[in-house]
């Protein structure tokens, strides 16, 4: 059943979860129709997906929120620039002994 690292499966599996895969896409099928080893290996493939981009997230959701927080500065402080920004993060973080 397995060649290397991959697992090989019969023509017949392969069918069937191509048809569950399509119909789990459009609709006609919910995920609580497909037998428990199938449903347990599309959670199981979710939660490994998710794990995986959760740190690239969490940076994307982090620099975001600088950015916002930039330009939320520089839009309520006139004369201001993102340099005095950075410069006002960096005092406060010094004052705090970080």
């Known amino acids: 059943m397995t060649a290397g690292n991959i697992v090989r499966i019969s023509p017949t599996a392969e069918k069937w979860l191509h048809e569950w895969a399509d119909a789990l896409a459009d609709g006609s099928k919910s995920l609580a129709q497909l037998p428990p080893a199938v449903t347990t290996l599309y959670l199981l493939g979710y939660e490994q997906g998710r ?5 690239e997230l969490e940076h994307r959701i982090a620099r975001l929120s600088y950015e916002r927080d930039t330009w939320y500065f520089v839009a309520n402080n006139p004369g201001k620039t993102a340099g005095d920004f950075m410069k ?11």
């Not at 993060?89 to 010094?94: G, N, R, S, V």
Request: glycine letters at 6%; charged letters at 20%.
């Open 51 to 55: 794990a995986a981009t959760h740190h």
């Open 88 to 98: 006002a993060q960096t005092d406060a973080l010094w004052e705090q002994g970080e």
